[in-house]
């Protein structure tokens, strides 16, 4: 197969991983694309269409539906035919062929002067090591057919920006000038080719999973790649790092077999040691700091959705905007009352959301949170509404977050090192289970089924199990924190 025409995400395959390349070549069907991977897909579609209306004279190569595979021989044509005509021109997808390569160039501009400018589109809000690469590699095919680009751009999300609404992105993108970066590795692009050519003849890498599994891009290979787990897999050690991968490499696959004294972070020591003994661990210092908070209690989780390409006046790319709260309130009495909001989808969510938190939080009392999430929110909310300032941050001013508190506190061995409240969860209060929700059972997957909300196109049916669903979750949420209380504190 040695000479066998590469795309430029075919080397930036092989730049992860030799074995990533080999298995897309020889067995694609053994990848598995997971839902993050999805999302990471439809934002880079989203993005690439924003990026069009920035330049209205373009000139689409190939279909409109981005998910509908080109015809290639049909695409490199019609570039060059377009690329053979006289003045300015901008084409979006323009596809060259060079020295066993092929590219599509999200933009590429030719000016009055005939000089090139082209330009990479990322929904990242950042130039990453490997963008220098994919950069590269379509210089020197450009360059190899006749184009010389003047100037080399990555156009990524600027998450500074505040969309004024109306449509206008003007200032959504950070344009990156990556010219004087890319010049000195064009020479090195033959070699790539050469070597990827050599990877896709050659038999499998004999390559182990490691940290290039999930950097730059999560491969789609790990669960063919990742041996079974043993029932406490020591790839799950809190914090991972070098200390793991380097367990991993000596073959210690289960937390219980790895030698005492081996680990010196004190929470993974932790994990160990508790793992090993077969037996959870509960300290006593967070019932004295929990014990000398007062009444009413109350217990709030935030759902939230975020945007790379803004949809709502005054907010910014990837902003967490809080749709959904949950709020359950224990009086000393033994009372527990729930209660909640739920956004519609029809509009900005956050005026309603912060007015009726502020509503359901009284004045006084903890109110218990797990991360520093909701806390953060607030803080945007007061900024966002300053008639509302007062009151979002003295319901700030009183959160107790938990997580902490159980993580120097608490561990159990299923917990897998995590103290997610979804692990921790089954250990305390096994009634409760978030696998018996319905297709919300995570933060993603909300955000997932508030979009659902948000599209007219939503019937009325799905729409009423989208909220009665998200409305379930969220409760949980709340719900398990009641109990984890309880628990840290010994009342149960
Ligand atoms: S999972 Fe890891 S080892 Fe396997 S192909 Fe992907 S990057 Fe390579």
Not at 134 to 155: I, K, M, N
Not at 170 to 181: K, M, N, S
Not at 213 to 228: G, I, K, M, T
Request: hydrophobic residues 40%.
């Amino acid at each position: 197969m040695a000479g066998q025409l590469l795309s430029k995400s075919k080397i930036l395959s092989g730049w992860q991983c030799h074995k990533r390349l080999w298995l897309e070549l020889h067995e694609p069907d053994k990848a598995i694309e997971t839902p993050s991977m999805r999302r990471a897909f439809a934002i880079g579609h989203e993005v690439g269409r924003v990026v069009t209306q920035l330049f209205p004279d373009g000139i689409l190569i190939g279909p409109e539906d981005p998910d509908e595979l080109p015809d290639l021989d049909a695409a490199l044509d019609e570039t060059r035919e377009r690329l053979a005509g006289p003045g300015p021109l901008t084409l979006f997808e323009a596809t060259l062929q060079y020295g066993g390569v092929l590219v599509r160039c999200d933009v590429l501009v030719r000016d009055a002067l005939g000089d090139i400018r082209l330009v990479e589109v990322k929904a990242s809000t950042k130039v990453k090591p490997v963008n220098y690469i994919d950069c590269a590699v379509q210089t020197w095919v450009l360059a190899g057919a006749g184009l010389h680009p003047v100037r080399v751009e990555l156009a990524h999300i600027d998450n500074q920006f505040v969309y004024a609404g109306n449509g206008d992105y003007a200032g959504l993108f950070a344009f990156e000038d990556l010219t004087d970066r890319v010049a000195p590795m064009l020479e090195n692009v033959p070699d790539w080719v050469h070597l990827y050519q050599e990877v896709i003849a050659g038999p499998m890498p004999p390559i182990e999973v490691g940290p290039q599994c999930r950097n730059p891009f999560d491969c789609p290979f790990l669960a063919h790649c990742r041996p079974e787990d043993p029932p406490y897999p020591t790839r799950l050690l809190p914090g991972g790092g070098k200390a793991v991968w380097q367990l991993l490499a000596d073959g210690v696959e289960d937390i219980r077999d790895i030698p005492p004294g081996r680990l010196t972070s004190e929470i993974q020591e932790r994990v160990r040691r508790v793992t090993a003994a077969g037996q959870a661990e509960l300290r006593p210092d967070a019932a004295a700091l929990l014990g000398t908070l007062g009444w009413p209690r109350y217990f709030l989780d935030f759902e939230t959705v975020s945007f790379p390409v803004p949809v709502w006046a005054g907010t910014r790319p990837y902003q967490a905007l809080p749709f959904q709260w949950s709020c359950h309130v224990q009086r000393e009495s033994g009372e527990l009352r729930h209660r909640e909001w739920l956004a519609e989808g029809d509009g900005p969510p956050m005026r309603e959301f912060a007015e009726t938190v502020i509503d359901a939080l009284g004045d006084t009392g903890p109110v218990f949170v797990y991360t520093g999430f909701e806390a953060r929110i607030l803080k945007e909310l007061a900024d966002r509404f300053v008639d509302l300032a007062g009151p979002l941050s003295a319901i700030g001013s009183r959160l107790v977050d938990l997580h902490p508190v159980a993580r120097a506190s608490y561990y159990h061995p299923d917990m897998l090192g995590s103290w997610s409240i979804k692990k921790v969860l089954p250990t305390i209060a096994p009634d409760l289970d978030y696998a018996g929700l319905g297709d919300v059972q995570e933060g993603g997957a909300a955000s997932e089924a508030f979009l659902g909300l948000m599209d007219p196109e939503t019937s009325a049916e799905r729409r009423e199990t989208l909220r009665a669903d998200l409305l379930r979750y969220c409760k949980l949420d709340t719900e398990a924190l009641v109990r984890l209380r309880d628990f840290l504190a010994g009342a149960s």
